[in-house]
């Protein structure tokens, strides 16, 4: 170890576990040298070195994937490079299935697999029990078997990673605590040390359990907390061979592999321990919290109904160790959006291992080259609201998110923890009508209404769930007569100074620099064309707009807005929770408005795409004609202390018009049949807006340039390689959700990236991108025979490129 700290370096990275260490050296590769990693102790001293070291390669997303499979890559390799050994292996992995959910589970997972370009057979319970002999076979539906997994030695593999990027010229500095970090002008400038300080241009917080403290010394919010997780390892057994596959049993929560001879048995209990909210111990390095026999028996009493012998096994060792977890159960990656030039990468959720060598290697490349080296918005920082950082909360969501991890992802699963932390000013009205409420960025948002007599809640399924019919109420409500929506989850921004619209036209494709009272739907684009933030602008006054997105995408958004602000005079405001949004969308929208209100609300009076205040009942409305399902309809801004009284004075008026409450699961399905876009799903930073089919939102011709229009410019011209097509199933009985596989003519051509159940066209409609090098024109799409994989099973679809539903939008300019 080098010992004179020195006074300044172009980069920090604090924390000595696998995560550091993984993004020191890939930066070296990256060929920066001046990298500092500060270890308070010693290196893989917090979690890293009592992790199980399980290196299993499939993930929820397709970039997710990559990284975890070019972190087996790696692991495999290391030893050659640096001379320091791994004990990474592949000895496969089995998961195994109890039911027929679980199984269907598995199943998809095997399809999205083999999307992803990971080696997957679905097996029999026999067939488990060949690969597995010490397990109980008889009550098992199925199994997967993942031949490429491995398992690796943390300690060893962090060793490596150090001694690779000390090799290539970083310097690492144990027993060396980082005490603040300091910025400039919302830029970091250094930090502070307890052996002294070092000035910086950059900063990167892998610090795992305390990286939330460490953001905290940067105003910069990362919501985690640390929770108890256990293992056991038995003295050797019988039959215990080191090339035992990894064997997952999720339905009774445990993982379990060989060491020496034995079995190491761990996993995540349904209801967990979170720890360490008080503080860390300063002392805490290579610690264990207290063995918990009872906390463990829920484990223990699965494993031994799927190993029978582990039940007289003596148990050599008891491991208790703090892991982190986050809100969502999704690593953070990526740039801090309250602080330039710091990067975080912690929060591992228990696949810090797996994950450890790919988010070095990905975050690396988003550091040296300035953005995103790929869509990793599942794991983006930016994801987050700050309001996370809660210690209850925070608390609360971690004793649920341990054993979420070896749950069944059920679609539309919602969490029981941390619930009602941001709600609408009509919330509880919604709740009196049989609300049902999932939860994005902490709102609370009706997802469905019950019928009457019927209980508000979720019955997961990967079938037709519970709330399936009174969706399809609010749906037909909406297409035949007017639905209620509270959209107040809306993330809102007014944009004002004398250089707002010159901002906006510089971020936006499409033209913003519209008369006073027009809304204008767009994207923000990266120089490369992809796809930064797709939103809507209202032109409120000659220097105000107003600019809509989506909640989950509120942080990022405003991220991107206020990084291009540079000297501008312009301010972004966050009118999120000043403002409740009412939309009343459907073919009686006019004539039930028209009834509170003077405003000429006809065609001529009130164009599509038009804004203005006008009195709805007794209150001031910015009413916006504008919709996400397809129909004539008016979202309505309404001032939050006004919404109540205009929120009842439509509901009392609208039993005339046939009236109903809608949720946002309905709101799917309508957009699902107009093929209206989704961003983060079916849109992210690596598809253009030519790819995606919004090219009628791109004005090449505007007079001032946008960011992203060379990019475009070049792909214009070219036959486009990829495009988001839209599917239709032939039988009305399946559900999709998102990732099937497509096959065109027996050839895997792309995934979905959204489904919905279309209750107008009576079938399941996906949205996917195609690939083709030759291009993905229209007698591409018109030919062939198109399918889509569920669960195994190829399903023939129809593939076409215009929305299945009122194609031409006549009835949302009625
Ligand atoms: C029991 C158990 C089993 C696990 N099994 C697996 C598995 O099989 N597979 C898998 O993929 N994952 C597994 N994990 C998870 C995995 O261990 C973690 O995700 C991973 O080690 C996290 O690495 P990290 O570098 O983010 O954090 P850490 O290893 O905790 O490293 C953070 C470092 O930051 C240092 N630090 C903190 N504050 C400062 C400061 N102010 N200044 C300087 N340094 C500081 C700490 O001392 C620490 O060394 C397991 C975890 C547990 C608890």
Redesign the pocket.
């Known amino acids: 170890m080098a010992d004179a700290l020195p006074a300044q370096a172009r980069v920090v990275v604090?924390?000595?576990?696998?995560?550091?260490?993984s993004v020191a050296y890939h930066l070296t590769k990256l060929g920066w040298r001046d990298v500092l990693l500060?270890?308070?102790?010693?290196?893989?001293?917090?979690?890293?070195?009592?992790?199980?070291?399980?290196?299993?390669q499939l993930r929820a997303t397709q970039n997710l994937t990559k990284l975890a499979k070019y972190g087996a890559d790696l692991y495999e390799r290391l030893e050659a490079e640096t001379g320091q050994a791994t004990g990474f292996r592949r000895p496969g992995s089995v998961s195994l299935a109890r039911n027929a959910e679980r199984m269907e589970e598995l199943k998809r997972l095997a399809s999205m697999a083999r999307c992803f370009g990971v080696d997957v057979d679905v097996i029999t319970p026999a067939e488990a029990g060949k690969r597995w002999p010490l397990i109980r076979t008889d009550d098992l539906v199925g199994a997967l078997w993942l031949p490429r997994d491995g398992?690796t030695n943390?300690i060893d593999t962090?060793r490596a990673l150090a001694k690779g990027a000390q090799l290539a010229g970083a310097r690492l500095f144990e027993n060396?605590?980082?005490?603040a970090i300091h910025r400039r002008n919302g830029v970091v400038s250094g930090v502070s040390?307890d052996r002294g300080d070092i000035a910086c241009e950059i900063v990167v917080n892998?610090?795992?359990?305390?990286?939330r403290?460490?953001g905290r010394m940067a105003g910069v919010a990362i919501p985690l907390h640390a929770s108890e997780?256990?293992?056991i390892v038995t003295d050797p057994m019988p039959g215990v061979t080191p090339d035992l596959p990894v064997l997952r049993d999720t339905d009774g929560y445990i993982?379990v592999r060989e060491e020496v001879g034995g079995l190491l048995m761990?996993g995540f209990e349904p209801s967990a321990k979170p720890w360490g909210m008080e503080g860390i111990p300063e002392d805490?390095?290579f610690s264990l919290l207290p063995e918990d026999w009872d906390h463990f028996s829920v484990m223990m009493e699965q494993a031994i109904i799927r190993i029978p012998s582990i039940a007289t096994a003596p148990v050599r060792r008891h491991?208790?160790?703090?892991?982190?977890f986050t809100p969502d159960g999704r690593y953070y990656l990526g740039e801090a959006p309250e602080c330039r030039n710091y990067y975080v990468?912690?929060?591992?959720?228990?696949?810090?291992?797996?994950?450890?060598a790919g988010a070095g290697k990905a975050l690396s490349e988003w550091i040296v080259g300035g953005e995103p080296p790929m869509d990793l918005w599942d794991i983006d920082i930016r994801r987050i609201a700050p309001f996370q950082t809660n210690p209850r909360y925070l608390r609360d969501r971690t004793e649920e998110m341990v054993g979420v991890l070896y749950a069944i992802h059920w679609p539309f699963w919602q969490p029981r923890t941390a619930r009602g932390m941001r709600k609408s000013v009509l919330h509880d009205r919604l709740a009196a009508r049989g609300g049902c409420f999932g939860v994005v960025m902490g709102w609370e948002r009706a997802n469905w209404f019950a019928r009457p007599g019927m209980e508000p809640v979720y019955r997961y399924s990967y079938g037709r769930q519970n709330w399936f019919p009174c969706a399809a109420d609010e749906h037909r409500a909406v297409r035949e007569a007017v639905g209620v929506f509270d959209q107040s989850s809306f993330a809102k921004f007014r944009l004002e100074g004398p250089d707002a619209v010159a901002v906006l036209q510089e971020l936006c494709a499409n033209e913003v620099d519209v008369p006073v009272g027009r809304i204008v739907y767009t994207q923000m684009l990266n120089p490369k064309g992809g796809i930064e933030a797709d939103l809507t602008v209202t032109r409120l006054a000659d220097d105000a707009c107003m600019v809509v997105t989506a909640a989950a995408a509120a942080t990022h958004n405003a991220e991107w807005i206020r990084r291009h602000l540079g000297d501008a005079r312009a301010v972004l405001t966050d009118v999120t929770s000043a403002y409740a949004v009412i939309s009343v969308m459907g073919p009686r929208s006019r004539s039930l408005l028209s009834r509170l209100t003077d405003a000429d609300l006809t065609n001529g009076g009130f164009p599509f795409a038009t804004s203005r205040e006008i009195w709805l009942a007794t209150a001031p409305v910015r009413a916006t004609r504008i919709t996400y399902v397809g129909e004539l309809g008016w979202e309505l801004y309404v001032e939050a202390a006004f919404a109540p009284a205009v929120y009842d004075a439509i509901v009392a008026a609208g039993d005339d018009f046939g009236l109903k409450h809608a949720g946002y699961h309905a709101m799917d399905s309508l957009r699902m049949e107009k093929a209206y876009r989704s961003w983060g799903h079916d849109l992210g930073i690596e598809d253009t807006p030519l790819e995606a089919g919004l090219d009628f939102c791109v004005r090449f011709d505007k007079k001032a340039p946008f960011i992203g229009r060379d990019a475009l410019l070049a792909q214009r011209d070219r036959p486009l390689r990829r495009r988001l097509v839209v599917f239709l199933l032939d039988d009305p009985e399946p559900l999709l959700y998102h990732d099937e596989p497509i096959w065109r003519d027996g050839v895997l051509v792309g995934r979905t990236t959204s489904g919905a159940y279309g209750h107008t066209l009576g079938r399941a409609i996906a949205l996917g991108f195609v690939e083709h090098p030759d291009g993905v024109g229209d007698a591409f799409i018109a030919s062939g025979r198109w399918e889509l994989e569920v669960a195994g099973e190829r399903l023939p679809v129809r593939a076409q490129l215009t929305p299945p539903y009122d194609p031409k939008s006549a009835r949302v300019r009625a």
């Open positions: 604090i924390g000595g576990g696998i995560v550091g260490c500060l270890e308070r102790r010693d290196i893989s001293c917090g979690t890293t070195w009592h992790a199980a070291g399980l290196v299993g398992r943390p962090t060396t605590k980082v005490t040390t892998c610090a795992g359990m305390w990286a403290e460490l997780h256990f293992y993982y761990g805490f390095a491991v208790n160790g703090p892991e982190s990468a912690a929060g591992f959720n228990s696949i810090g291992i797996a994950s450890g």
